[in-house]
């Protein structure tokens, strides 16, 4: 870790409310050496993997680092884009859009976008400001569902990186979202809108990251979290208990992990005799290698190679208004107490910014 970056300090100085919307992370490009440092940086977390450092360094190192740079590489280069990587790119666009919704409802107030692994660095995000003068900071994991494996570990990165630090600013950390009002409805919102169009499926399979079965029995809430976000978005769609199944893909390694599997469930559909089979994945508030490959093409694979007929994949929130409109209000429910309000200018000024980055937002998806 390195040291924090102490910025100099001005008497009676003016202090500013920052929001920081974090997000998991991605390679630098799509090639095995990029893809080879963010693995290194990501596997090398001790929450994301629990197992005694000295064995783990001796399998991260001599096999799964020369082995599977290269095969994630051109998994990366399927599903990159010209703005590069697809979850680098919505992140960006959903801080741009929080901070004109935010300016709109009249909070002055900074929105930045860090990753926990790879670029823009997390310590490096928290430096610039503080440098600001930003002395109240929000902290927004793009994981609706917590997890000690990725929420934990975003924490673990802001307290740690502050430890260094002797002014701290005042903290405020979203912890999870997995049953916000405003959530749900984006997301029975996208889906529905999605079903105007395409009409609708024999099953709906929400796959959600899968984690190890041990982080279960040692008190994650993730499962549980995971499944009531599929209850809500059920209920809003009024959808009977056979008409979507809860499934979990993304497993690593030989031991168990959460189930059922994705992967093998879309097998099991199509032998079953579904014709059409839609998949969202609500745990992923942008679209990302997870989704884009391994859901939206192998995941179509497995179940057209099983037997079914239709295969639709249903994107991410991304910069979905409803969704934008959801991280403002739970941005503004845990600023409540911060000084944040606008002058009537500052405020005017917020608005035309915030309608201009809809409007390039509008020309992006126009675009693709």
């Not at 859009?97 to 995000?125: C, I, K, N, S, T």
């Not at 570990?153 to 405003?182: I, Q």
């Not at 993730?222 to 976000?229: D, G, L, R």
């Not at 959801?326 to 606008?342: N, R």
């Amino acid at each position: 870790m390195r040291p924090a970056k102490e910025p100099s300090y001005t008497h009676g100085s003016l202090s500013r409310t920052a929001v920081v919307l974090v997000n998991l992370g991605t390679p630098d490009a799509p090639t095995a050496p990029a893809v080879r440092r963010y693995l290194k940086e990501f596997l090398s977390d001790p929450r994301v993997v629990e197992i005694p450092r000295a064995v783990w360094w001796f399998i991260l190192n001599g096999l799964i680092l020369p082995l599977r740079s290269s095969k994630s590489a051109e998994k990366y280069a399927s599903i990159w884009t010209e703005d590069g990587s697809p979850l680098k790119v919505h992140t960006e666009r959903q801080a741009k859009l929080l901070r004109g919704y935010l300016g709109e409802r009249g909070h002055q107030v900074e929105v930045a976008f860090a990753m926990r692994y790879g670029q823009p660095a997390l310590p490096d995000v928290l430096d610039r400001l503080k440098a600001d003068g930003c002395d109240r900071i929000l902290i927004l994991p793009a994981y609706p569902q917590y997890s000690g494996t990725t929420t934990a570990s975003a924490f673990d990165a802001v307290f740690r990186h502050f430890s260094g630090v002797r002014n701290v600013p005042e903290l405020r950390l979203v912890k999870h979202y997995h049953d916000h009002e405003a959530y749900i409805h984006a997301l029975a919102k996208v889906i529905r809108s999605y079903w105007d169009l395409n009409g609708r499926p024999d099953k709906l399979v929400m796959s959600f990251h899968g984690v190890p079965k041990r982080t279960l029995l040692l008190g994650d809430p993730y499962h549980c979290e995971c499944h009531k976000t599929a209850r809500m978005v059920a209920k809003q769609l009024q959808l009977a208990a056979d008409d979507y199944v809860v499934t979990f893909q993304s497993r690593f390694g030989k031991a168990e992990w959460l189930q059922p599997y994705t992967a093998p469930m879309l097998q099991t559909l199509g032998r079953e005799g579904k014709r059409r089979v839609d998949v969202v994945c609500p745990g992923f508030v942008s679209d990302c290698l997870e989704t884009l490959e391994e859901i939206a093409m192998e995941g179509r694979q497995e179940f057209l190679h099983a037997g079914g007929k239709e295969f639709h994949y249903i994107p991410c929130l991304n910069e979905d208004p409803a969704w934008i409109t959801a991280m403002a209000d739970i941005a503004e429910q845990h600023m409540i107490g911060w000084p944040t309000v606008l002058t009537p200018p500052m405020q005017a000024e917020r608005e035309a910014e915030a309608a201009l980055s809809r409007q390039q937002a509008l020309l992006h998806g126009a675009e693709r």
